[in-house]
């Protein structure tokens, strides 16, 4: 009787093979594993609309450093939508949209 093979097995059996035939498998695995998952935006990341994220976590969000984050809070661009402690939250939405303005700007 054969067994199914865990995902340490696969990881083991990829880092085996030639680097041509991994690219291959994953490729593979793109087109066909997939094909029928069909999610919409909301469907992977609806859960997050109102979640509240930290300072590290809205910076890397928007894909800046930390002191850039904070020098858009100081400035008033970005607010908290709450404070633990010391610790302040901010809103996702606030953030999307946010997001689409710094976009907006860099496009020429």
């Known amino acids: 009787m054969s067994h199914a093979m865990t995902a340490e097995e696969l990881l083991e059996d990829l880092q085996t093979l030639p680097a041509t035939e991994r690219g291959k ?3 593979l695995l793109e087109s066909r594993a997939f094909q029928d998952d069909n999610f ?3 469907q ?5 609309a109102t979640d509240v994220l930290t300072v590290q976590e809205a910076a ?3 894909e800046m450093s930390v ?3 904070r020098r ?5 661009a970005i607010t908290p939508v709450q404070t633990v402690g010391r610790n302040q ?3 996702t939405r606030q953030l999307k949209a946010f997001k689409r303005t710094l976009r907006g700007r860099r496009q020429p």
């Open 89 to 91: 939250m901010f809103a």
């Open 25 to 27: 498998f994953f490729l």
């Open 44 to 48: 992977v990341f609806g859960h997050l």
């Open 67 to 69: 002191p850039n984050f």
């Open 72 to 76: 858009y809070v100081r400035r008033g």
């Open 60 to 62: 890397e969000y928007l």
């Open 40 to 42: 919409t935006h909301e």
